[in-house]
């Protein structure tokens, strides 16, 4: 019967592929986009070409401002989702996604770290959906680029060196100068294209230009003398005539990265019939006959004129629901459809190896190796103790009753979530094998961020002395580390100071996103940098000196909520601290009691060893015979499910790759054999919270997009339209962790299939019984180091520190080149530490939405913080806080609201203003 059903698998596979060979040969442009039919873009003469030299026009669309619409404002308004590109890519059809970084307005100054990777990201995002990332530093409020200047630096270094190896990328270094010359403009040119030159040699670079990007002799007469740069040229359809861009077409090469048929604010009426003008203008239908690539404004829920989608779209996920902006936008991208020239682009499939051990490490003797993991022990070489945190003690609700705790998860289990058991708290443990392969260990956090807790987190770290206390490590310069995961997900290095924030435990602590990926790689933090920052929500008036004299501990932490919830799986490596204070040296170098394998009792202080035994365990060889594992761990027989037992139910058929080698294991037995077809797993278990890990190989497909396939466990996403050659090369293995929990006594995990069948190579479920530990008395004379960590280490976002923004726009545009125009998005707050603190926030939205994020924290045993808000649309809030500040103090909150709203031509104001009096 298996040589029956592995017959026709080989057939059914044979028809398979002459398949595809015909649709290779006679649909070239099979799944084409935008980046594989045109490859590294560059500049000739007047036009944008191809890697082949053919003309092209690029058509998409511009976000709003990351601060308000992008990947990291999922809680609020998130339209720049992994879905919603999917919308814009398969379903509107766009080439380009134009990215806003505004400088000011809350904007890259205020978190310059958590900007770059929210911009990496949605690059990355872009290149999986094959189209091009335009990344835009949104001057607009600061009007003169040089005003921000350090910032354009790191920023513009930091984007080169990220993508420089990435051919969709596109970068215009300043988005509308107003209030300045064009000379002006250059120095600022100056200085940053030699810098993205010097790392990133080939690409298009466009440049804003003076009164709003709209162009002027000035810059005709004067242009820069790089290769492949663009100008800018930016029309609002119902304020500006053609004249504008038809006056310089024939001149310099155009891109026309912001666009809409409204007035110059962004809002006000409409002129299409001028739209459309213009759009023909830039189809081609020109004196220069050269076609100009667009973005239009703005793929957001804004409520002025131009937001192209309607009020609520983007938490819903509700991508086609487009106000009249929306349908215009996306009707001039399909119609015409793109007519990219003939361009074969020769394409490189990386296939990385996650076991491949890193290079030896020399360390400076300036620096400091914190901890190596090579032991395998829990301990630093500063003699203090690894620990892992999670929200299991924040709640929502005024009362801590509706939400008692968060529920996000880490393994090892957090001092909090042991004692939510009842049980003792156990230590951190090492895992192998670490960066240096074989032998070697690293620190390792797995998990699941939730949204019980609004601001839900897990993470792990070691404090700078035992017990904890502030360190000054002023001196040094950075910390570097090697990390891994999964998958690429950012993270966040936390340099925790709370002494420098007068105690507080839960404040916007200075820090560095970083992201890891499927391989060994070292991040290096400079403390120096403009990207080790604050995040921008709390006191910021704490300085980074202030902040390095008193740290307490240094923290891997998860960054964000976009997916929540979502499984992490983190390792660091090689800790180093650069430039270490001696005092440290000192205590590295007298060396620490190392732990002992057989646990003393004193009953005063009772320890424990960590006792992973999991109440469950299954291991299957899926589509195989049974197999022992080199580590003597058994993995049973595949088998058909039947009701109180567990196996596959489904699938086309089982496949047997024995003697084929599998890159990226020691074990290539559990990846030779495979169930196929995109069957199901069932597995009666206990109801409780499970690891699943999922191994995978492709062992029968060569090239990419052959298969791709998605996987849930519990209704959790495992997998998401994955395609194991493009992620890790075929005949190569990929493991996926989640966790899961089950209510209903059966763990499911479900397949389905994009192209071809999705396949299982090995199943293995284990879930952890509470730790069976009998601690026995064992007299000594000597001396045992004991830990039980006694606090709470959680970093929590709370939302009794609001920075609120002032975002005003005043616009005047003529339909003359010398027209002017602000808008002037800026962020004002004044704080007044003793009496009065005010913040005043005008913005222009009309949604009406309620949220109520209730959280509440305690910082010391007699002190409760309690935070309510209720928002409603566009509101005026007004808020009144007393507190006491005695040992017993109490701070409440409480808000009221009313809402006003005055229409006028051009603004729309509305005026939250808080005021919270403090009384010592």
């Keep these: 019967m298996a040589e029956m059903i592995l017959s026709r698998k080989i057939k059914s596979r044979a028809v398979a592929l002459i398949v595809c060979i015909f649709i290779l040969l006679f649909s070239s442009v099979l799944h084409a986009t935008p980046l594989s039919q045109n490859g590294q873009l560059r500049v000739s003469g007047l036009q944008l070409v191809n890697e082949c030299g053919g003309p092209v026009q690029l058509r998409g669309v511009s976000s709003h401002g990351l601060q308000w619409y992008g990947l990291a404002s999922c809680m609020d308004y998130c339209c720049i989702s992994a879905s919603a590109l999917d919308h814009l890519a398969y379903n509107v059809g766009i080439d380009v996604f134009r990215i806003a970084v505004y400088v000011e307005s809350d904007g890259y100054k205020s978190n310059p770290s958590g900007f770059t990777s929210q911009v990496n990201n949605i690059v990355q995002m872009c290149e999986e959906r094959g189209i091009y990332a335009l990344i835009d530093w ?64 080939d690409a298009v670079i466009v440049v804003g230009t003076p009164n709003w990007s709209q162009l002027g002799w000035d810059v005709v007469n004067n242009p820069l003398s790089y290769s492949n740069i663009m100008y800018a040229f930016h029309f609002y359809a119902a304020t500006h005539g053609t004249n504008m861009l038809t006056d310089y077409i024939t001149h310099i090469p155009i891109f026309v990265s912001e666009w809409a048929a409204t007035e110059a604010t962004g809002g006000g009426g409409t002129n299409y019939t001028r739209a459309d003008e213009y759009i023909n203008i830039m189809g081609g239908n020109n004196a220069a006959g050269v076609t100009l690539s667009w973005a239009a404004w703005s793929w957001s829920e804004a409520p002025e004129t131009s937001g192209m989608l309607n009020v609520g779209a983007c938490d819903s996920g509700q991508w086609s629901s487009y106000k009249q902006a929306g349908t215009y936008v996306t009707g001039k991208v399909q119609n015409p459809p793109d007519n990219f020239s003939a361009c074969v682009i020769a394409t490189n499939t990386p296939t990385p190896d996650p076991l491949t051990p890193g290079p030896t490490q020399t360390i400076n003797p300036a620096d400091l190796l914190l901890d190596s993991m090579t032991d395998g022990d829990y301990i630093t070489n500063i003699c203090t103790f690894w620990y892992t945190y999670d929200d299991s003690n924040d709640c929502n ?18 001092k909090d979530h042991w004692e939510d058991l ?7 443990y090492m895992q192998a094998p670490g960066r240096a392969g074989a032998g070697d260990y690293a620190a390792r956090m797995t998990g699941v961020v939730t949204t019980t807790f609004l601001y839900g987190f897990a993470g792990m770290g070691f404090p700078l002395t035992e017990p904890e206390g502030p360190v000054n490590i002023s001196t040094a310069t950075g910390i570097s580390f090697w990390c891994k995961s999964n998958e690429t997900r950012d993270f966040r290095l936390k340099i925790n100071s709370p002494q420098a924030f007068g105690g507080a435990l839960d404040e916007d602590m200075y820090g560095y996103v970083f992201t890891a990926t499927s391989s060994w790689q070292q991040v290096t933090v400079d403390f120096s940098s403009l990207l080790f920052s604050q995040e921008g929500w709390g006191d910021t008036s704490v300085t980074k000196t202030q902040a390095l004299s008193a740290v307490d501990t240094i923290q891997w932490q998860t960054e964000g909520q976009t997916g929540a919830p979502y499984n992490f799986d983190l390792w660091v490596d090689d800790v180093i601290l650069m430039n270490a204070p001696q005092a440290l040296k000192n205590i590295a170098a ?43 761990k058994v993995w049973y027989a595949d088998q058909a499910y039947a009701a109180g037992s567990w196996g596959y139910d489904g699938g086309g058929g089982v496949a047997d790759n024995t003697g084929v080698p599998v890159s990226g294991t020691t074990d290539d037995t559990l990846y030779q054999t495979e169930r196929w077809g995109s069957p199901s797993y069932r597995f009666t278990v206990p109801n409780g919270t499970y690891q699943v890990t999922l191994r995978f190989a492709e062992m029968y497909f060569t090239s990419a997009n052959q298969r791709r396939f998605s996987v849930t466990a519990e209704g959790t996403a495992a997998v998401s339209n994955l395609d194991l050659v493009a992620t890790v090369g075929a005949r190569a293995a990929y493991d996926v962790t989640v966790i899961v929990t089950v209510s209903d006594g059966r763990l499911d995990i479900t397949s389905s299939a994009a192209v071809d069948g999705a396949l299982f190579n090995a199943i293995q479920i284990t879930a952890y019984s509470a730790p069976v530990n009998t601690p026995t008395a064992a007299p000594s004379n000597t001396s045992t180091r004991t830990v039980t960590r006694t606090a709470t280490r959680t970093s929590t976002r709370t939302a009794t520190r609001t920075v609120t923004r002032t975002v005003t726009r005043t616009a005047t545009r003529t339909a003359t080149p010398t027209a002017t125009q602000t808008r002037t998005p800026a962020s004002s707050s004044t704080h007044t530490p003793v009496n009065t603190a005010t913040f005043t926030r005008t913005a222009t939205r009309t949604a009406t939405r309620t949220n109520t994020p209730l959280p509440t924290e305690t910082n010391t045993p007699a002190a409760t913080l309690t935070f309510t808000r209720t928002a409603t649309g566009t509101f005026t809030p007004s808020f009144t806080a007393t507190s006491t500040n005695t040992p017993a103090s109490t ?3 409480t808000p009221t609201g009313t809402a006003t709203i005055t229409p006028s031509d051009d603004t729309a104001t509305v005026t939250p203003s808080i005021t919270a009096t403090f009384t010592a």
């Design 138 to 201: 949104h001057i607009l409020a600061d009007g003169n680029p040089n005003t921000n200047i350090e910032y354009a630096r790191t920023f513009w270094e930091s984007m080169a060196t990220a993508h420089k190896d990435r051919r969709n990328v596109i970068y215009e270094i300043c988005n509308e100068p107003n209030g300045v010359s064009w000379g002006q403009v250059v120095t600022y040119a100056n200085d940053i294209i030699p810098r993205i030159r010097a790392i990133d040699p």
């Design 397 to 414: 609700d005024k009362n801590c009753t509706i939400n008692p705790n968060g529920n996000s998860q880490v393994v090892p289990w957090s």
């Design 422 to 428: 009842g049980l003792p708290v156990q230590t951190f």
């Design 590 to 632: 007298a060396g620490c009691v190392p732990p002992t394998n057989t646990p003393t009792w004193d009953p005063a202080v009772p320890t424990y060893t960590h006792t992973p035994t999991p109440a469950y365990e299954m291991r299957v060889n899926c589509g195989g015979p049974q197999y022992t594992d080199g580590e003597g």
């Design 891 to 893: 701070f409440t909150a």
